[in-house]
C-alpha cells in the first residue's frame, strides 16, 4: 500500500513475519496536511483489518522531528467554519482509526512531537521514544488549543499532565517526562537502541494469540465509544476558532519565526 504525494506520504507494508509498518513523512518536519490525515487514517484502518498483519508499528520518516503537528500553511488558509470542521476531523478520524484497529499500536517518537504529534503518540498503545523526543502542545499559543487531541492525550496521561501541556503551549516537556506521565513506555539513547526493542517485542505480539490481543486492545479503549462524536464536536470548535483574526494573526507570526 502507497498514497505518495508531492507534499508529504504515507507508506504502508506487512513484513513476512506479520509486523504492518505505517510510515508518514513531509518536508516540514512531518507535519500533518489534510491529504496526509485522511490517508493516514485510511492506511491504518486497512492495514489492521488485513489478516496478515499481527501488530502495527506507526512510524514518521528521518531522524529528526517525529511530528510538528497540523500544517501551518493550511491553517492560514481556511476561511469558513466547514473547511475548518474537515481540516480538524482530519485529527479525529486517525486518533479514531487507532482507537478502532483490531490490532495493537506500537509507536516510533525519534524526535520532538508537537500538537497533532502528541495525539499520535497518544493514540499508540505502546509508545517507545528515544531522548530527544521533547513534547509540546502549542495550539494554545497560535490561538486554538489542543480540542482534538486532548482526549486521546488526557487518557494517556491523566488530565493534571495535559493541562500542564495545553496551559504551558511553549515550553517543552522531557522525553523523560513524558515517560514518567505515562506517554512513553520505554525511551533509548539513540534510534537503534530504540529499533531493537521495537524488534523484539513485535516479534514476540506476531507470534501471539491475535484473539486475546484484539480483546487486551477493546479493554484498553473502554470509556472511548462516543469518541466519533466528541471529537466532532472538538473539531468543529477548533474550526471555529482557526478563523478569527487573532489566531490568523498569530499562525502568520508563527510562521514568520
Known sequence: MENQHQDGFVLAEITTTGIGLVTFGHPMSNSLPGHILQSLAQTITEITNDDRCKVLVLQSQGSKAFCAGASFDELVAINDEPSGLEFFSGFAKVINACRKAPKLIIGRVQ???????VGLASATDYCFATTRAQVKLSELAVGIGPFVVGPAVQRKIGLS?????????????????????GLFTQIFADEQQMDQAIQQLTSQLASSN????????????????NWDELLLKRAAISGRLVLSEFTKSAISSFKAK
Open 210 to 225: 491475535p484473539e486475546a490481543m484484539k480483546a487486551l486492545k477493546e479493554i484498553f479503549w473502554q470509556g472511548t465509544e
Open 111 to 117: 524526535g520532538r512531537a508537537v500538537g497533532g504529534g
Open 161 to 181: 499532565a495535559m493541562s500542564e501541556l495545553a496551559i504551558d503551549a511553549t515550553g517543552w516537556r522531557s522525553a523523560e517526562w513524558a515517560k514518567e506521565k
